[in-house]
């Protein structure tokens, strides 16, 4: 099940709304857990649950078993196993197919459950933050199952801390929801057009052309370059749009993800806008329990290559992702190099070459093997006399495609605040309510999120 299919929007979720509307208390909790298995069984397999509940059932009571009294080595051994037993089952469904291809062993097809790297994130940090002491262990475990398997963000965030939603649970438990409907409707709308209106048109536009990439000509790459970057854009960022507002309808709300990445004046500056809640994990994680940036200026940058390698693997088991989390620590470690000249470079001037590193960057993102790399690159410097695979109406809607797509990220104001959709106006509600109708009637050639593969 799909935010962007007819049977979520037009039965799932007026259902959810309806029932959760007239519950209280445990009731209440109790549904979002069942409606989130319900979601999530048809969001792929539903032998997707079976992984989900092992974590969930596991960390729920090692965590209270680690708040007995106990001497620190045995609240240790509680957490390494909590963490190995996670990162076992991740690893399987991920990486095996990897590692076993570089060992020539041949095993059948492991087919990866929907949003497993979220929800393993979001359990290892409820895990050891009970295990020091700045979480208590969930007692309820309806809350807690609700927790990890809220079906707004579950398949592909954000990523979501047990302070910040397990409160909200309980809150909306003991009292009355009271949905944001406005700020909730609006920017489910948002989400909704960011991926049907444009990342899926790029999407059908430069796919075609990336499944050819040796008949690529130096035009064809050029625009799937820049495609690509306003596809993974407006996919990512719709789902989050989407996501939130959902939370909103139930009264939850949940994190920001984005904060206008394209308009970042460096790598740095990226970072704390792209994913907001993937590198605040990483950041609180990895980076500073590894040292993070109170050690020697070789360690931080030791830090900073490991932590950013780490992320690329998180994104998947292929090479490509290795080396863009590697890309991306090399440019953290020069911006850090060089961060005065950086910083004494005109606000535009440091966006655009921002902007077109990261655009680099996204070769090694969507490129499927390092020979894809290659000839992609090779296309983009190497002038060919290949004849584009894009015929000229094409060409010409993702030339208009690609200027909505800047416009929308550089100058227009974001609308993930609710404090936005207070201070709407008419004109707005009628062109949101325009662009709703369009996308409802264009879902038809809806995808799938491009997360939900992580």
């Known amino acids: 099940m799909l935010f962007n299919s ?35 069984a048809f969001a792929g397999h539903a032998w997707f649950l079976i992984p989900m509940l092992f974590t969930t059932v596991l960390d729920f009571f090692l965590a209270k078993e680690m708040e007995k009294p106990k001497n620190g080595d045995a609240r240790k051994s509680i957490l390494v196993f909590s963490i190995c037993a996670n990162l076992s089952l991740l690893f399987y469904f991920k990486y095996a197919g990897l590692f076993t291809h570089l060992l020539g062993i041949s095993i059948a097809g492991v087919i990866l459950p929907a949003g497993i790297s979220f929800y393993t994130f979001q359990t290892l940090s409820y895990m050891i933050d009970v295990y020091r002491g700045s979480a208590r262990a969930e007692r309820n475990f309806w809350v807690f199952l609700s927790f990890v398997s809220f ?25 009355k929801v009271t949905p944001l409907w406005k700020a909730g409707v609006f920017l489910f709308v948002l989400g909704l057009s960011k991926k049907v209106l444009v990342a899926d048109q790029i999407a059908h536009l430069i796919d075609p052309v990336l499944e050819q990439p040796n008949l690529m000509s130096n035009l064809d790459s050029w625009f799937a370059l820049l495609g690509f970057a306003f596809q993974i854009y407006f996919d990512f960022s719709g789902y989050t749009d989407m996501a939130i507002g ?9 994190p ?22 993937l590198s605040q994990w990483l950041r ?10 109170r050690c020697s200026p070789a360690r931080q940058r030791f830090n900073l290559f ?33 961060q005065k000249k950086w910083d004494g470079l005109s606000p535009p001037s440091s966006k655009v070459f921002t902007f077109v590193l990261i655009t680099f960057g996204w070769v090694f993102f969507r490129a499927r093997n390092l020979h894809e790399v290659s000839i992609w690159f090779g296309q983009l410097f190497i002038p060919s006399h290949l004849a584009s695979l894009l015929n000229p109406f094409d060409l010409i809607k993702l030339e208009l495609l690609l200027i909505v797509a800047f416009v929308m990220t550089t100058k227009a104001r974001s609308y993930s605040k609710i404090e936005a959709f207070e201070k709407s106006n008419v004109p707005f509600e009628f062109a949101l309510g325009l662009l709703a109708a369009l996308a409802f009637f264009m879902m038809a050639t809806s995808s799938k999120f491009m997360y939900f593969q992580f």
């Open 256 to 277: 920001q993800n984005f904060n206008d990445p394209y308009r970042s004046l460096n790598p740095s500056d990226f970072w704390k806008r792209w994913h907001i809640t």
């Open 151 to 175: 079906f707004p963000h579950l398949v592909a965030g954000p990523l979501t801390r047990h302070h910040q939603l397990i409160p909200q649970l309980k809150r909306n438990a003991e009292i």
């Open 246 to 254: 959902l939370g909103r309808l139930l009264g939850v709300e949940l």
């Open 6 to 40: 007819t049977s979520f929007i037009f039965l799932f979720m007026p259902l959810v709304l309806l029932i959760t509307s007239k519950l209280r208390g445990q009731n209440w909790v109790r549904a979002i857990a069942l409606f989130s298995l319900i979601f999530y």
């Open 306 to 338: 490991m932590t950013m390698l780490l992320g690329g693997l998180w994104h998947g088991a292929n090479f490509t992702f290795v080396i863009w989390g590697f890309y991306h620590g090399l440019l953290l470690v020069l911006y850090h190099q060089f």
């Open 284 to 293: 609180d994680y990895l980076y500073i329990p590894l040292g993070g940036n």
